[in-house]
């Protein structure tokens, strides 16, 4: 047998073969991408450089999907299905708790689990790609992505230490301004559900098995891989690892999912002043942003990045913190999704401070939607942007985000390969339009938590 | 795979928030889990400049993109009593200009050049960094030389940022019960090792630091003896080398400060100490002094310093491991969640931290009680093979994963350089861990676990008074 030990002798000795050979441009991202029988969706960046491979499943089964009265739903339905798989009888395969299970991903110096975010359940897979390894992990994931248990042991346990963590989360300053700032922007919205006490204690493992058995199909199933494995090589793991999930007839036969409804625009401006024991005061202002499909994408991107995204040099940071000493973290981001996520401007500072800062924000946001940046700023930007878009690519890590998000989003396949070209096109007139058709500084929701004229 | 908490004693400050928790993090997985095994593809190779300074190069060719940083062997463990913190704002300040770049333009222009940048402070270190094209290697290099030599700012500038510093300890600390009981704790621990101060400074001494303080720790510290620079990525090493002597090379050289030693005096006997603050959860860790791993050429004290990593990663290594197991699952659950940390390495004295949160209905002490319990197990019937296996797969395993990052690549190669390791530490410390025996194991875990060199923190969990006014109004009076 193959030891470990060899294998890593091994894969050194590949990697130096390969810097012998001189190293891969960055000209363009080659996205392999097909369809498999079962409707899964392939893509697939090949990357010999390191003996390790990257998979990542995404299903349309993010929280979006959580039932009004069971917010979480999504989460800790990914979450428990890593704790343990069923027995499988007729493969002669014993059951494994989460102990088993734990033991057995760090015997292969592999993992795999799952995740939701608001829009997705995504499973993600990293092994060694030496065929010892990767087949033994392919297969266990495979057998944990079809046969979880959702013990009821377990669940119990984990709610109840889920609970009590959101209970301590609740006296962090953080968190209580983020949940009101959520509820704000998007009220009764999926994306505004709040996981509580109650809606933890409304679920139950066979709500979590109900929802991953409609959900988690190979017909929904986008797979993107980055690593050291061929297409060939590619394709069999893929079809290996959505095998034991159960499959409709035809991929065509999967049946469309109910619609999620739009985020409904702010009709008017809100404000809360939260009473809070804490050492700085949370400020927050937003409202619903934009769509991931939005035509002012590339716009926006830009715009953001010289208001408050692009670290040190943003206006806000300027304004905020380098120019008045208020805060030491100042930002704003757009977190487009299916539906449209907010956009938020975020501070702390100390309470007696925290009135200023707002009005300070505010002026440079209201400015910045009426006026547009400056030629000098937009340049900036592009500079920064442009010139640095290697650095988005330079890691196995990177790639399989930014090709997941191809996946996910379907932009094209060359999306990277343009990407430079798309941000070089933005005007200014551009980002002033874009913003304000997307932003109004006179409906926005605000949060100041803590803040020194907090109401009672 | 497990990713632990970041621990208190490596808690590491950055200039900018996002990137924060990415750095304690990542402090504690190297602690925890050091480089690659064997023979890496293309050695890094170390220089020393005409001045004194060290030059680290490590080229990965994979894409066009490098990383440059300055390592200064100087963090908050050099500060004296009365000024803590001024390493860290040293940092903030270092991006406030110099004769030649006016305040904001070092960030104006390596974002021109599509970089991204930090710097961090830590109790041993500090470090600046510049991700970039790796076409811009010499623009960076320029900057950050220039910086380094000719830092000058005007006095109004250190007013504001030293704002910007006190909302940052607001932030990470005083909002957080957690991290004030660990600064709590630290200074129990410690009596006389400067580790005992919080790496961004007690508040009062943030409050009475002058522009002054700042000037002067840099002159002294931040000499070409005293620092490297590290440059990983798509780089051709000849190249990198003519660079570093034409830019930093030729810096003039000044001698370094006297180091004091301010060793610790070893502790006799248990100390406790009880913590209040408002939060809904208590907690309880138990910070146990050990020795360090000084040297490849070391005795007894390294072979100890390597089985307790080993014992960290056997009780918490990975999921489902000891501490798990037996603190936070069943029907008699103590804890909602328990972990294991051992120091390894470092400038000054290490600890290996056990700590746990109660489960609902139980006790500090039972949790306290219960951790202690899983290293006596192992004192009395050892680990087994198939655990040893385990972790020391895991090492391996992750040490191809972590050739994915230039980036950490070389922040690895500069914290070796900090403790005076050499350029393969990393590796050299997998080999070392491989070798380590289930008999060491059982060993350390019979041999340092006593009361005598223990300092334990509790967590007390006080009600959020939601209607009292916020704490630090006053504060606002001194500005």
Known sequence: MITLKKIVKNAFLTIAAFFICGHAAMAAIAIEHWTQPSGAQVFLVQNHAIPMLDVQLDFDAGSRRDPANQAGLASVTASLSGMGVLANPSRGEPALDENALGEAWADLGASFGGHASSDRMSFALRSLTYPELLGKAVDLAARQLAEPAFPEDIWQRERETMIAALKEANTRPATVAQRAFDQAVFGSHPYGYEMTEDSLKRIEVGHMAAFYRQLIQPCRAKVTLVGAINRSQADAMVTQLLARLPAEAKAAACPALPEVAEVAPLAKASEQRIAFDSAQAHVLLGQPGYKRDDPDYFALLVGNYILGGGGFVSRLTNEVREKRGLSYSVYSYFSPGLHAGAFTIGLQTRPDQADQALQVSREVLSRFVADGPTQAELQAAKDNLIGGFALRLDSNRKLLDNVANIAWSALPLDYLDHWTQHVQQITVADIKAAFQRKLQPGKMATVVLGGASAAR | ?479
């Open chain 2, 1 to 479: 795979m497990k990713h632990k908490a970041p621990s208190f004693l490596l808690h590491v400050l950055s200039r900018f928030g996002a990137a924060s928790l990415l750095w304690a993090t990542l402090a504690t997985v190297n602690a925890q889990v050091p480089s690659s095994a064997e023979s890496p593809p293309v050695q890094a190779q170390q220089f020393t400049l005409a001045n004194g300074m060290a030059l680290i190069v490590k080229p990965d060719r994979r894409a066009p993109t490098a990383v440059h940083m300055l390592w200064l062997r100087v963090g908050s463990m050099d500060e004296v009593d009365g000024s803590s913190g001024v390493a860290h704002v040293l940092e903030h300040m270092m991006f406030k200009g110099t004769p030649t770049v006016p305040a904001g333009e070092f960030s104006r222009r390596v974002a021109a050049l599509g970089g991204r940048e930090n710097a961090f402070t830590s109790q041993d270190y500090t470090g600046y960094y510049q991700q970039i094209p790796a076409a811009r290697l010499a623009d960076v290099m320029q900057l950050e030389a220039d910086r380094f030599a000719h830092n000058q700012w005007p006095d109004e500038e250190f007013q504001k940022e030293l704002e910007v510093v006190k909302e940052e300890r607001r932030m990470r600390t005083e909002d957080n019960p957690r991290a004030l009981m660990n600064e709590a704790l630290n200074a129990a621990v410690f009596v006389a090792s400067p580790y005992r101060r919080p790496i961004v400074g007690w508040m009062s001494d943030l409050d009475a630091l002058k522009p002054d303080d700042v000037r002067t720790f840099y002159q002294r510290w931040y000499v070409p003896a005293n620092a490297a620079v590290v440059v990983a990525g798509d780089v051709d090493v000849d190249e990198v080398r003519r660079l570093a002597e034409k830019y930093y090379g030729r810096l003039p050289n000044r001698a370094l400060p006297e180091r004091k030693p301010r060793d610790e005096p070893e502790q006799s006997g248990l100390k406790r100490i009880a913590f209040k603050a408002p939060a809904e959860q208590a907690m309880v860790t138990l910070a146990f002094k050990v020795p360090s791993f000084r040297s490849f050429e070391g005795g007894q004290d390294e072979t100890d310093a390597l089985a307790l990593t080993v014992l960290s990663a056997v009780l918490d290594g990975y999921s489902g491991a000891r501490l798990e197991r037996a603190l936070t699952q069943g029907p008699n659950r103590v804890a909602d969640s328990a972990g294991a940390d051992n120091g390894l390495w470092g400038r000054g004295p290490q600890l290996f931290t056990l700590s746990g949160v109660p489960a609902r209905g139980k006790t500090t002490q039972q949790v306290e009680a219960a951790l202690r319990e899983q290293v006596a197990r192992i004192a009395n019937e050892g680990v087994s093979e198939a655990e040893l296996a385990r972790v020391k797969t895991q090492w391996v395993a992750s040490a191809v994963y972590k050739l994915d990052s230039v980036f950490n690549q070389a922040r690895e190669l500069g914290t070796s350089w900090v403790q005076g390791q050499p350029l393969d530490a990393n590796e050299r410390l997998i080999e070392r861990l491989r070798a380590v025996t289930a008999d060491q194991v059982k060993a350390v875990a019979g041999k340092y676990f006593g009361d005598d060199q223990l300092t334990v923190a509790q967590l007390l969990p006080q009600p959020l008074n939601k209607e009292r006014k916020p704490r630090t109004t006053l504060a606002g009076a001194r500005h």
